[in-house]
Structures are given as structure tokens and as C-alpha cells.
């Protein structure tokens, strides 16, 4: 059975810390995996990684995939507040063009 | 704003009742995609629709169908509806068929199910 599995479920940090958030997934038939920050309403799109090894960056995020251990992490360097959020990891199945997500993790940024 | 629009905003009904959820995609798009979140169980994708065609089906039950029209709007209707269908149902868009396109979602109606 598909699943997405993101780590930890929640965290809370200061201002200024870096963060590491997991997500772990097995899937037949992989075609990319991407990450979506949900704050309070709808989701909004960060990255789509598809290749293993290379990251991906945007200012301070940053991601990348490991095929073999069939894992991505997203880095947040010098967090601010504003990243408070909900980060979700997004498996796209090819065969059938089916999205699984993760539960999600829950950032909190504290001043 | 990320230009999909759904209404309504807020749905409040009862059980056994059928709803009709509506969605324009952004000006240009194809894809549109449905999805529930509820609290227990995250954001599950259920269905996507490419110019007017089912393109993908995912976790959506049989008591709910969807269609998209020829001006690319979509519907999503929820019938004989039980408390476990409250949730929020987001819609959203993308320009391509493939699902791993970057979305863009709409603001979501809150449908209350008592």
C-alpha cells in the first residue's frame, strides 16, 4: 500500500533556528515528490523534486530527494515567523497520476 | 490570491442531504483538481479532471461525483451525506494534465455535515 510518512508530526522553534522536516514514502511506480506549505487556508506549492541527489532551493528553503533511501527533507534556514505553517510532502504516483499526502508537520516560529 | 475560486465559502446541512460544490479554475488552466481535508485524516486527493475529462481518481467515494464543463468549471457533489463528510474541500488548478504540475488552490468551502 502507498504511504507518505513526514516527521515530526510538529515542532516549535525560535526565530533564527534552522529546521530539518523528514518525509519517508513507499509507492509503486514513483514519479516526483513534492513539498506544499499550507498556512491558514489553501496550500501553496514550494517544490517538485523528480531526480535524486540534486537540491532544489528558493532563498531560504531547501529540498532534495534520496531514491534510494526513499526519503526527501525540506530545510528552512533563519526561520521567521511567517514559516509557521503546515508543511505537506506529496508523493505523484505516474501509472495512475495519483497524489498521496503525508499528514503534514506543523512548524511553529516563535519571535 | 491565487485565482481559483470556489463557492460557496461555508456549507451547513444534514444528514442525508446532497451539496453541489462549485470551482472556476484560473484563467487558462485545464486541470482541475478535488480534494477533503479533514482533521483526522489530512488532505486527500479525490479526483482530477483535464478539459473536461476524468484524468485520475483517488480516495473518493462512491457518493460523490464530479464533473467539469465545457467552460472548464468543475462541480463536486456530495450525496446522502454523513457527519464523517465534514470537512474542507479544496479545489485546485494547474495548466497541465500531469498531476505533479504545481497547483494552485482555491480558498476551499467548509462543508458542516449535522
Known amino acids: ?111 | 490570491d491565487s485565482g481559483v475560486t470556489q463557492t460557496p465559502k461555508h456549507l451547513i446541512t444534514a444528514t442525508g442531504q446532497r451539496v453541489t460544490l462549485r470551482c472556476s479554475p484560473r484563467s487558462g488552466d485545464l486541470s482541475v483538481y478535488w480534494y477533503q481535508q479533514s482533521l483526522d485524516q489530512g488532505l486527500q486527493f479525490l479526483i482530477q479532471y483535464y478539459n473536461g475529462e476524468e484524468r485520475a481518481k483517488g480516495n473518493i467515494l462512491e457518493r460523490f461525483s464530479a464533473q467539469q464543463f465545457p467552460d472548464l468549471h468543475s462541480e463536486l457533489n456530495l450525496s446522502s451525506l454523513e457527519l464523517g463528510d465534514s470537512a474542507l474541500y479544496f479545489c485546485a488548478s494547474s495548466v497541465g494534465l500531469a498531476g505533479n504540475n504545481e497547483q494552485f488552490f482555491g480558498p476551499g468551502t467548509r462543508l458542516t455535515v449535522l
Open chain 1, 1 to 111: 500500500e502507498d504511504k507518505v510518512v513526514q516527521s515530526p508530526l510538529s515542532l516549535v522553534v525560535h526565530e533564527g533556528d534552522t529546521v530539518t522536516l523528514n518525509c519517508s514514502y513507499e509507492v509503486t511506480n514513483f514519479r516526483s515528490l513534492l513539498w506544499y506549505k499550507q498556512e491558514k487556508k489553501a496550500p501553496t506549492f514550494l517544490f517538485m523534486l523528480t531526480s535524486s541527489g540534486i537540491e532544489k532551493k528558493s532563498g531560504r528553503l531547501s529540498s532534495i530527494l534520496d531514491k534510494k533511501e526513499l526519503s526527501s527533507i525540506l530545510n528552512i534556514t533563519a526561520t521567521q515567523t511567517g514559516d509557521s505553517a503546515i508543511y505537506l510532502c506529496v508523493l505523484h504516483r505516474g501509472a495512475t497520476n495519483k497524489l498521496i499526502f503525508g499528514t503534514g508537520t506543523l512548524l511553529a516560529v516563535q519571535p
